[in-house]
């Protein structure tokens, strides 16, 4: 199993290019603002008008399945349509964040440490994120196909997803914030 993990680690490595890790971060940047700061169908605010102040499940830290089913329900009509539009961009946008944040581990991995192999591992933490993130997706959609049926399976699913992408979440920002400090430490030394 560790060998698969380090020959993933270093097939993602190999994808650097700045080019290439400008576009995907650009590209994360534009759906981050179209999913929380526009009015298209299916951003976050557009859902929070349409369900009556119901926000995204994927933006709340924790919920258990049956609250995430009677949310589900308070969505009504129109914001469960409204949030299987956003789980289709979002669907979309997964790939894309999880492989440009790869990609700036990366560059900073090499940058604080080298070509050590030893540490280039960390550069799947966002591919970690972005797996709960689809497996969360996952159970969201079930919960919003199959309603009015209530799965607590679909609810818990998204439930355990949600929690291990917000932690995953936190390790990976821990990490980014270590590296971008220990380079720039490095370069104030430099000087």
């Not at 680690?9 to 971060?25: E, I, M, T």
Request: glycine share 8%; net charge neutral.
């Amino acid at each position: 199993m560790m060998h698969f993990f380090k020959n993933l680690s270093q097939k993602v490595a190999s994808l650097y290019g700045p080019r290439r890790l400008l576009v995907l971060l650009v590209s994360a940047a534009t759906f981050v603002w179209l999913f929380n700061f526009s009015t298209v169908s299916f951003s976050n605010p557009s859902l929070i008008e349409a369900s009556g102040h119901e926000g995204l499940l994927d933006l709340m830290p924790y919920y258990s399945g049956p609250e995430a089913l009677a949310i589900i329900g308070r969505y009504g009509a129109v914001g469960r349509e409204l949030y299987v539009q956003f789980l289709v961009a979002d669907f979309i946008f997964v790939p894309i964040y999880s492989l440009g944040l790869a990609l700036l581990f990366t560059r900073l991995l090499r940058a604080v440490f080298g070509d050590d192999d030893g540490k280039m591992w960390l550069n799947l933490l966002p591919l970690g994120i972005g797996l709960f993130d689809d497996l969360e997706n996952m159970g969201t959609l079930g919960m919003l196909l199959t309603f009015p049926e209530t799965n607590l399976a679909f609810g818990t699913l998204a439930s355990l997803a949600t929690v291990s992408k917000h932690g995953m979440t936190l390790v990976s920002v821990v990490c980014l914030v270590y590296l971008g400090a220990s380079l720039l430490m490095r370069r104030l030394k430099a000087r």
